[in-house]
C-alpha cells in the first residue's frame, strides 16, 4: 500500500555533504515511522535514523550521531537525511523504510524503497 523512492545519492569526497530524499505514495503519511537503513556488500543492513509520524522524536545510530539529521515534510510525503562531515566509511546503499510504531528493528518495517547508492571518496 506504501510505495518509497529513494534519490540524492551520488560519488562525494570525505567531508563534503549529501541530503538524501525518500517520496512515498499514499495519503497516510504522517501516520507511518520513517527510517533509514544503509547496507555495504558483504554486512548486514544496519540502522542509520528513524522518526516518528509527527516529527516530534527521533533515533539514531551511534555512528552516525551528530553528523546526520532526519526529518520528515509530510505534506509532501517525504522525508529527508542530511548529511554532513561524510567519511569513506559511509559508503553504502542507502534505504528508507516505513512502518507504523518507531523503532529501530529492521523487521518491524513493513515498507521499503530500492535504495540510493552513497560513495565517499578520502
Known amino acids: 500500500q506504501v510505495q518509497l523512492v529513494e534519490s540524492g545519492g551520488g560519488l562525494v569526497q570525505a567531508g563534503d555533504s549529501l541530503r538524501l530524499s525518500c517520496a512515498a505514495s499514499?495519503?497516510?503519511?504522517?501516520?507511518?515511522?520513517m527510517g533509514w537503513f544503509r547496507q555495504v556488500p558483504g554486512k548486514e543492513r544496519e540502522f542509520v535514523a528513524a522518526?516518528?509520524?509527527?516529527?516530534?522524536?527521533?533515533y539514531y545510530a551511534d555512528s552516525v550521531k551528530g553528523r546526520f539529521t532526519i526529518s520528515r515534510d509530510n505534506a509532501k510525503n517525504t522525508v529527508y537525511l542530511q548529511m554532513i562531515s561524510l567519511k569513506p566509511e559511509d559508503s553504502a546503499v542507502y534505504y528508507c523504510?516505513?512502518?507504523?510504531?518507531?523503532?529501530?528493528?529492521?523487521?518491524?518495517?513493513?515498507?521499503w524503497g530500492q535504495g540510493t547508492q552513497v560513495t565517499v571518496s578520502s
Open positions: 523504510a516505513a512502518d507504523r510504531v518507531l523503532t529501530i528493528s529492521q523487521i518491524a518495517y513493513a515498507y
Open positions: 499514499g495519503r497516510t503519511f504522517s501516520s507511518y515511522a
Open positions: 522518526i516518528a509520524g509527527s516529527g516530534g522524536r527521533t
